[in-house]
């Protein structure tokens, strides 16, 4: 049974940074791809970024570009997303996925499992 847990998430002024964490069992991790989708209220669930199974491709959603960085490490089974310059709108719960696909997939309906989400709100 695959097993992801998100950790990080928090309260952070407009400008603040986070790096939010997902350590994942019952895979063998460098073999799948794992990535971020983000849902703020009343919005439906978008994906931020993702990172292949070797971790030498890495995708963004266009507007997140260089203010968001995935990363992993598989010596800890464990995902990355550093945000920095946090804007308001980044506002959102912030999940992780894995899925085997060979490349990183930004389709939300892809992905077989989640996380629980972890909540990032910043303030203005």
């Known amino acids: 049974q695959v097993q992801l847990v998100e950790s990080g998430g928090g309260l952070v002024q407009a400008g603040g940074s986070l790096r939010l964490s997902c350590a994942a069992s019952?895979?063998?991790?460098?073999?799948?791809?794992l990535a971020w989708f983000r849902q703020a209220p009343g919005k439906e669930r978008e994906f931020v970024a993702g990172?292949?199974?070797?971790?030498?491709?890495?995708r963004y959603a266009d507007s997140l570009k260089g203010r968001f960085t995935i990363s992993r490490d598989s010596t800890k089974n464990t995902v990355y997303l550093q945000m920095n310059s946090l804007k308001p709108e980044d506002t959102a719960v912030y999940y992780c996925?894995?899925?085997?696909?060979?490349?990183?997939?930004?389709?939300?309906?892809?992905?077989?499992?989640w996380g629980q989400g972890t909540q990032v709100t910043v303030s203005s």
């Open positions: 996925a894995i899925g085997s696909f060979g490349a990183v997939v930004t389709v939300r309906g892809a992905y077989d499992y």
């Open positions: 019952g895979r063998t991790f460098s073999s799948y791809e």
């Open positions: 990172i292949t199974g070797s971790g030498g491709i890495t």
